[in-house]
């Protein structure tokens, strides 16, 4: 069974980058039946999907914060991660990777999600 | 603002059926499937039904789902107080984009 565990800093300054990596256990990251995703949720608020990426590292994200995101694969390591830049007080919210299957744009593994606070 | 709307709660006693809706557009759920997940207080969403009304292993057949046009819905069935929580829809919209809707949460009474 594909286990995700979401790691990295719970407080990030305004107008620092936020790094989260998440690890995969129980299953291949090289698989090419998955992408790798990372969702968001406000404290209080709803879901927002950020984007994915392929092991081949081929990506695509929310186009609402394209501008800002990198979400990366290292195979190797079997973790895939996510940076997004410029972030502001907006960008708080729960972190979490997951999984969908290539054929369709749905999530059936999560991590337990971590939660990132940007403030000074 | 979601793409997706729902209302932002339900309501229903024990052992009742209720329906959480989902309306979308010709871009997302006109012309994708639509998913659900059931999100548990303090814990990480759970894949509900998929592709429309398809229900993931160990997903009890109290929870089915459909669509029509631009709108889907959520059923339960025999509603328990477990099933308090928040749900939400989501479908692949074709600007290139994953959209979920705001969410609606369920009070068993």
């Known amino acids: 069974q594909l286990q995700l565990q979401e790691s990295g800093p719970g407080l990030v300054k305004p107008s620092e980058t936020l790094s989260l990596t998440c690890t995969v256990s129980g299953g291949s990251i090289s698989s090419s039946s998955y992408y790798w995703g990372w969702i968001r949720q406000p404290p209080g608020k709803g879901l927002e999907w950020i984007g994915s990426v392929y092991y081949s590292g081929s990506t695509y994200y929310n186009p609402s914060l394209k501008s800002r995101v990198t979400i990366s694969v290292d195979t190797s390591k079997k973790q895939f991660s996510l940076k997004l830049s410029s972030v502001t007080a907006a960008d708080t919210a729960v972190y979490y990777c997951a999984i969908s299957p290539k054929i369709a744009w749905y999530f059936d593994y999560w991590g337990q999600g971590t939660l990132v606070t940007v403030s000074s | 603002q979601s793409v997706l709307t729902q209302l932002p709660s339900a309501s229903g006693t024990p052992g009742q059926r209720v329906t959480i809706s989902c309306s979308g557009s010709?871009?997302?759920?006109?012309?994708?499937?639509v998913n659900w997940y059931q999100q548990l207080p303090g814990t990480a969403p759970k894949l509900l039904i998929y592709s429309n009304n398809q229900r993931p292993s160990g997903v009890p057949d109290r929870f089915s789902g459909s669509k029509s046009g631009t709108s889907a819905s959520l059923a339960i069935s025999g509603l328990q107080s477990e099933d308090e929580a928040d749900y939400y829809c989501a479908a692949w919209d074709d600007s290139l984009n994953g959209v979920f809707g705001g969410g609606t949460k369920l009070t068993v009474l």
């Open positions: 010709s871009s997302n759920i006109g012309s994708n499937t």
